[in-house]
């Protein structure tokens, strides 16, 4: 089958290990070959976690410059940062409830305006899918179900080989008991979120 | 059941690399494992540490590299299978018994596992360790992806076992930090009763002894040698049989590099005119296999991360064959590649005409479209994979860099603020060490000036005290101290040097994910049956005169106390006791108790401009703290000049 390659990109903390797990299982129970790789070294020191997923046939288990299919940010500066990881055709999708770094605090650096990081990232990836994430986990029950509110989205996407319902079983099998619910309700919010604000 | 111990057959779950190599090595019937953490090999120890609890696995965390080494020596040479787990630099430590260690062999399966860091993800530098295999005279096995990195584990043990020496299994941080579906094997039943057969002859390596073992070593090496000729891990990838085998282009790889070849290889659509040797026994190389394979070759390419181990080798090989066909792989330009390079220009890469294209680096870890483009330019093939530009960046501010930082309510910040404050005014060198404590030279803390190895803030101070006339403060961490912090002290001590050592005593080994050290407290982790040691008494009784134990979170009375040991002339250490915060959060003794700016803050700053803790942000231009990740250690409370910052009444 045709190689798809995804990158996820979020701040330390924010669960993006998890929402890779979700979408290798769900890669499994559609018997879809998958490898991915992560730079989370400092992840618990506040640094930025990358996850690379390729699916599909290619071997590499990482993601060169430019050859990303989708991207996924967690935290929109970092998606902003990441456009180098895109081609005018990758698809992006991102949260846009900021979680600013500390050197910004300290006044190394300014954040930049939410509406000039959406115009950066669109003038570049045409196809952007950008909404508030945090609120819909908030309503979900729960700020940690960010990550899977991302992963409904991105399924909405449809540019990856799986199936709204495969996905659905993979969070099941693999986000603890007692989460699973808020989880399925957090997918199902970013799914229809990215419905109602996809172009 | 811890999860690597399922002993379902044929069932695919999905590992991390390291969580394979530990189920290889279960597979394997692993019965002895040692260790010091270092990532990128941390999850691979732990894995064994969690299933030690559960089974007769023999597991402990050494105090260092060269001990870990040692101990699981001892039990290989008692017939036990066994695995010693480092990263790359902690094969420096280890260097002393390892070469010597080849000598003598062993007699059940030894494993040795260095995990490379090609980038330096997390590490100091990016040494090539295969050269250590060469320099031991030991087999070497390299996996190339997280499936072949579990049946690779197995295959080491068995290797070690017919030839009776221990194996170098060498990952990347790739290999062990990547992630796929592995097949489970069968788990072969541990033998965990070892015994030992005393033979001095072939133990006690006096001049005598050791002569002899050389030569036996040197045997065994070209017992290896045949062996690799022959070993699965060595193998051609050649698309097309049936078309002439002769005139193609060639690549020699290793490890991932091998991955990002074939993906190229297909995406450059010229699978019929290339064929790839790819090696994962890489010491000894193959000769006879690669003289085979280069003979009929009109150019060959040599892909590996680091140093051109590979490329020498098959060079002087071909020299002895007498193939004279282009052969190449670093070609001595060392550009970084485009993911590390600072500049902006980095996307222009992939538009070099090919005749510019550079050959590989010694720097760096590899990427696909690297590969792709030095292969298309080597062997005057067009790029035809070029849709995938990545988008112009030119035009996007700077984002805010987000540097790994101490966490919320870090002991460590307290301690080097205290210190910063307590040698206000004094012209102060601070060498520091490895671990977490490390990020305090950022700024505003800016405490750390010289960092080389673990323990090197000790010996470094003695040196830097001896040749100028600075002050010399020096930072190391209860785990450090321990690998290799108090031969230092104990050279400060005789040689009667003059500095101030401040040991960070978090309790933990906290950087590679809060592994046990000989200072711990294991019951804190639910084990019985461990002594730990105390850094107090152990300085004590290496003679240090002036000692003095502070507790971080109180400032005032820790800033008095580093005063008058740094006053006192002579070596004085001070510990500085408060547990790691994430590690206190993680086993429920820390509940925090979040602190708020209240209406009283005049915007000063302080806070901010000299402790920087990471709950602090910037709203509507007034500093406020993040109710989520304050920890209420209370430092930037007491540092407030206007008291404005109270505990938030929950």
Known sequence: ?199 | MHKLLSDKIGEEIMLLGNEAIARGAIEAGVAFATTYPGTPSSELSLNLFQISKETDLYFEYSTNEKVAMEVAAAAANSGLRTMCIMKHVGLNVAADPLMTLAYIGVKGGMVILTADDPSMFSSQNEQDNRYYAKLAGLPMLEPSSVSEAKEMTIAAFELSEALQEPVILRTTTRINHSSAFVKTGEIKTRNTKGFFKKDQMSYVTVPAVSRKLHVKLLANLKKAAEMSESSIHNFVVSANSSTCNANKLGIICNGVSYLYASDAVKDLGIEDRTKILRIGFSNPMPANLIKSFAKDCQKILVIEEGEPFMEEAVKAFAQEASIFVPISGKNGEEVAPPCISSSSEQTEGCLLPSEQEPLFSRLYEFDPAMVRRKIASFFGIEDTYTHLKPVDTKGIPDIPQRPPNLCSGCSHRATFYEVKKASQGMDVIFPSDIGCYTLGFLPPLSMGDFVICMGGSVSTSCGFSKATDHKVVSFIGDSTFFHSGITGLVNAVFNNHNFTLVILDNGITAMTGHQPNPGVDMTQMNFEGYKPISIEKLVRAIGVEHITVIKPFKVRKSIEAIKEALAFKGVSVIISQEPCTLFAKSIKILKPRPFHITAKCVDHRDCINQIACPSFYIENGRVKIDADTCVGCAVCAQICPDNAILPLKQ
């Open chain 1, 1 to 199: 089958m045709d190689t798809k390659r995804l990158i996820i990109v979020a701040v330390g903390g924010q669960g993006n290990l998890l929402a890779s797990k979700v979408l290798g299982e769900a890669a499994l129970l559609s018997g879809v070959s998958v490898r991915m790789s992560e730079i989370h070294g400092m992840a618990q020191r506040g640094g930025v976690v990358e996850s690379a997923i390729v699916f599909g046939d290619a071997q590499s288990s990482i993601i060169s410059d430019g050859e990303a299919d989708m991207l996924v940010g967690f935290e929109p500066a970092e998606t902003l940062r990441a456009m180098n990881r895109c081609n005018v055709n990758t698809k992006v999708i991102t949260s846009l409830s900021p979680v600013p770094p500390f050197t910004a605090a300290i006044g190394r650096g300014v954040y930049p305006e939410i509406e000039n990081i959406v115009s950066l990232i669109r003038e570049r990836t045409p196809s952007l899918v950008a909404f508030d994430a945090m609120k819909l986990a908030k309503e979900a029950g729960n700020p940690m179900t960010l990550n899977i509110v991302l992963v409904g989205a991105l399924v909405q996407s449809n540019v990856l080989p799986l199936t709204r319902e495969t996905v659905e079983e993979a969070i099941t099998l693999r986000t603890k008991k007692g989460f699973v619910d808020m989880n399925i309700k957090a997918f199902n919010l970013g799914f229809d979120a990215a419905q109602g604000v996809a172009l």
